[in-house]
């Protein structure tokens, strides 16, 4: 988690970097056609692409069969963003690859034959790239991608077609969120080829004021030029979530305060707390701290809080199935504990 | 504030428990109808009465001329149960005597002519009755009071007419709140010749669960019976209040405890808060502590806060004029420093 841990730059507001690059194996049939003998022999061969290579980086890597470990395991792994639900989909013929540093992981058999992500703390889309394609040419050292000169690499997905580049930043917004700025910024957004989502991707709300903005388009551009549009809308919008939250200050500070510490309270002392309450609240107190507001709070205790209040993760640090009513006990007694 | 600060029994069921003798001057007009004069007399007559008696409880009087008082200084009694609203309202012309201890108030020139109230902390009407009945004969001695042979003490409204006697209990009653049963009890108090009211006396609202039991009929009955009357009906209702205390603590443990301790939380940290929501929220965590949820909270500290937290107590111990908003800052902060 070293990923979500870290302590990030721009006070807080870039989360987190993320490369993602979809390649497939060419005359292999993609996954969702794939028999499974097929699919194994797909899996195998990735693995020993990264395992067998005279790289340093491939002692790095462990491989996991998602049919070889609990649901809780692999929900755990979205909460992470290290898999994405589609491979859970696919549990009877996935795989990942993960790093010790837990910042890249390589999906087999999802989408795509291979789906490759970098993620970094911060505000590093440049190092995550650089690294993604170090992985990617040693991958295609024992391994022949599907690509056509004309288009680029092809994908199971024609949104994919091209670079089979997805750049994104995961921002923390909340001061946009409670002056409602966040809808302009939503509007305009698409507008210039990229897309705005929740925490957990597509069709996920905004759980904790955290929203993803990623290229929409792979085609047509180079990867240097997705990812400098991507780098310029995130700076602007850095600037515009600096501006609320002086804004913030500068009207209304008592409410805000109050607001913010109130978050606090409830966090601290709360015997039931729902996952999204959670993060909101641990939003909240994110921002107080982040401006100032708040003192006496270690930013990277609620960072860890972000991710390990929710569910499957919640489970695995409990080290057993809960019911949604116990969750949400066992929630609030560990954010206690790390907060107190 | 002897009677609110102090602890109470019953598992502090029973906050308080008070006594007041409506008594008026022979031959003295009423006090809506009497001159500047005359109602100077009364005052004189009355402190005199007091003041001057052989008494050891004479030295322990303190008179206040209602103007010569700041308004502050004049809500701040009400909102500590020493005089009544009524007489603020003829400022010019009312005094009150309030002993040492703070359990004794001696409002003159309210609607009668004397207004003799004793106030407990706890479960003792008898002795609230005795104390007021050895100060009411002190008066007596050198003052001749308004008496009918056949109606007993004649008062300024009909509903006083006879023993003069108005006794009462406050309770706090939350878990019969929370349950709504609390309905209940007030349909049928009215049926016993009781009345129940919210915590500032009639047509106020149960702040903080706080509700005000006293007798309505005073013709016709003995002092004795009035009383007992009420100790035998609030005998029932602290009975009523510990059996929903005891099955919120058995139905639904979680999400009561959850909601005591939110309280908490929110006390202790919120930087703007209005007299209502405090009092609510004393209420729940008071309750909390009392049924054993909440360790480590100083119940009498709760209580000190239950009057501190009111408008008029809050500028005085501020020691200046404050503007609502002013006053939730300054709430919130007595309220933390108290809770810290």
Request: hydrophobic residues 40%.
């Given at each position: 988690m070293a990923w979500f841990f870290s302590k990030s730059s721009d006070e807080g507001i870039v989360l987190t970097s993320r490369i993602r690059l979809a390649r497939n194996i060419d005359g292999v049939p993609f996954p969702h056609i794939l028999d499974k003998d097929s699919a194994k022999k797909v899996v195998e061969d990735v693995t020993s692409a990264i395992l067998d290579s005279n790289s340093a980086i491939s002692k790095d890597f462990d491989v996991i069969n998602l049919k070889d470990i609990t649901l809780n395991e692999r929900m755990s792994l979205v909460e992470k963003h290290l898999i994405s639900k589609d491979l859970i989909n696919r549990s009877d013929i996935s795989a990942v690859m993960i790093n010790k540093q837990k910042n890249v992981s390589i999906m087999i058999n999802e989408e795509d034959h291979i789906r490759l992500q970098v993620i970094y703390p911060g505000f590093k889309l440049k190092e995550a790239y650089e690294l993604a394609s170090k992985i990617d040419d040693l991958i295609e050292e024992r391994i022949t991608y599907s690509y056509d000169?004309?288009?680029?690499y092809l994908t199971s997905c024609p949104t994919n077609v091209g670079t089979g580049l997805r750049a994104s930043v995961m921002l923390h917004l909340p001061a946009l969120t409670i002056t409602k700025n966040i809808n302009n910024i939503i509007n305009t957004i698409n507008q210039v080829g990229l897309t705005i989502r929740g925490l957990y991707g597509e069709g996920s709300n905004a759980l904790g004021n955290v929203y993803q903005i990623s290229n929409q388009i792979t085609l047509g551009l180079s990867e240097e030029e997705i990812i400098n549009n991507l780098i310029a809308v995130t700076n602007k919008i850095v600037e515009k979530e600096k501006k609320a939250r002086e804004m913030l200050l500068e009207k209304q500070s008592v409410e805000l305060e109050d607001e913010l510490y109130r978050a606090l309270g409830i966090l601290k002392y709360a015997r039931s707390i729902s996952t999204q309450e959670s993060l909101e609240l641990i939003s909240k107190v994110r921002m107080g701290v982040e401006m100032g507001i708040i003192k006496d709070v270690n930013v990277d205790k609620l960072n860890e809080l972000f991710v390990n209040v929710q569910p499957a993760t919640l489970q695995l640090l409990e080290k057993r199935d809960l019911s949604p009513k116990d969750r949400d006990i066992v929630r609030a007694r560990l954010i206690r504990e790390k907060l107190n």
């Amino acid at each position: 988690m070293a990923w979500f841990f870290s302590k990030s730059s721009d006070e807080g507001i870039v989360l987190t970097s993320r490369i993602r690059l979809a390649r497939n194996i060419d005359g292999v049939p993609f996954p969702h056609i794939l028999d499974k003998d097929s699919a194994k022999k797909v899996v195998e061969d990735v693995t020993s692409a990264i395992l067998d290579s005279n790289s340093a980086i491939s002692k790095d890597f462990d491989v996991i069969n998602l049919k070889d470990i609990t649901l809780n395991e692999r929900m755990s792994l979205v909460e992470k963003h290290l898999i994405s639900k589609d491979l859970i989909n696919r549990s009877d013929i996935s795989a990942v690859m993960i790093n010790k540093q837990k910042n890249v992981s390589i999906m087999i058999n999802e989408e795509d034959h291979i789906r490759l992500q970098v993620i970094y703390p911060g505000f590093k889309l440049k190092e995550a790239y650089e690294l993604a394609s170090k992985i990617d040419d040693l991958i295609e050292e024992r391994i022949t991608y599907s690509y056509d000169t004309r288009l680029g690499y092809l994908t199971s997905c024609p949104t994919n077609v091209g670079t089979g580049l997805r750049a994104s930043v995961m921002l923390h917004l909340p001061a946009l969120t409670i002056t409602k700025n966040i809808n302009n910024i939503i509007n305009t957004i698409n507008q210039v080829g990229l897309t705005i989502r929740g925490l957990y991707g597509e069709g996920s709300n905004a759980l904790g004021n955290v929203y993803q903005i990623s290229n929409q388009i792979t085609l047509g551009l180079s990867e240097e030029e997705i990812i400098n549009n991507l780098i310029a809308v995130t700076n602007k919008i850095v600037e515009k979530e600096k501006k609320a939250r002086e804004m913030l200050l500068e009207k209304q500070s008592v409410e805000l305060e109050d607001e913010l510490y109130r978050a606090l309270g409830i966090l601290k002392y709360a015997r039931s707390i729902s996952t999204q309450e959670s993060l909101e609240l641990i939003s909240k107190v994110r921002m107080g701290v982040e401006m100032g507001i708040i003192k006496d709070v270690n930013v990277d205790k609620l960072n860890e809080l972000f991710v390990n209040v929710q569910p499957a993760t919640l489970q695995l640090l409990e080290k057993r199935d809960l019911s949604p009513k116990d969750r949400d006990i066992v929630r609030a007694r560990l954010i206690r504990e790390k907060l107190n």
